[in-house]
């Protein structure tokens, strides 16, 4: 297993064509001195994400990147599950934006259809699931994170992506879209997993 300090000089990639997503991943890679290089810079195409699960998706995308580049590859498979609509959007969070990826109307989505229930909860919670790849016949692992909040209507804040303008974390009264990027990575979801990566790569060193 590689530690912490191994990987300091490496290139991921990570295997994903969203931006926002990309950057927030080399952001916090980038302490480990870690260069994240995205799939479409290499040239890959995005594979079916026919999984029923987070894990199941990251495990796929993952593996499809390191096949192809024979290089270390992380994939996250990530969405925001809403209490009263039975976890959607889940796994379909991105196919909710539309093949052109407009969260505007994904967020939309939401608030509408909780309006279609009286006195719908708006608790609801990001997923993620990070998995990483390894070219060295390693098996592939899966890191989890979650953050709980609350949803709010209409978004505010332009400095996340996805679904950030409508989730507001517990504990604070701003949503992601309004954080700092240094405030998000604090206590997102995405960050609570790479934390488990991290403690894992430290215990093997």
């Not at 509408?112 to 990483?132: H, K, T």
């Not at 996340?160 to 998000?184: C, L, N, R, S, W």
Request: aromatic content about 6%; some cysteine; hydrophobic content about 40%.
């Amino acid at each position: 297993m590689a530690s912490a300090s191994t990987l300091s000089g490496t290139t991921l990639v990570v295997a994903s064509h969203n931006v926002g997503k990309v950057r927030e991943i080399g952001d916090l890679l980038a302490p480990l001195g870690v260069r994240a290089i995205s799939a479409k810079e290499k040239g890959l195409a995005e594979p079916e994400e026919s999984g029923s699960t987070f894990d199941i998706n990251a495990r796929l995308k993952a593996d499809a990147a390191r096949d192809a580049t024979n290089m270390m590859t992380i994939a996250d498979d990530s969405g925001l599950e809403v209490e009263a609509l039975s976890g959607a959007p889940g796994i379909y969070s991105a196919r909710w934006a539309g093949a052109s990826r407009d969260f505007g109307e994904a967020m939309a989505r939401v608030e509408r259809e909780l309006g279609a229930i009286p006195g719908a909860s708006r608790r609801a919670r990001f997923v993620c699931a990070l998995a990483v790849a390894y070219p060295d016949g390693r098996p592939t692992e899966v890191f989890a994170g979650t953050v709980d909040g609350t949803l709010t209507f209409p978004g505010r804040g332009t400095k996340g992506f996805g679904y950030d303008p409508i989730f507001v974390p517990d504990g604070h009264d701003i949503t992601f879209g309004e954080m700092e990027p240094e405030a998000k990575h604090a206590i997102s979801h995405r960050a609570r997993a790479f934390a488990k990566l991290l403690a894992q790569f430290r215990e093997q060193r």
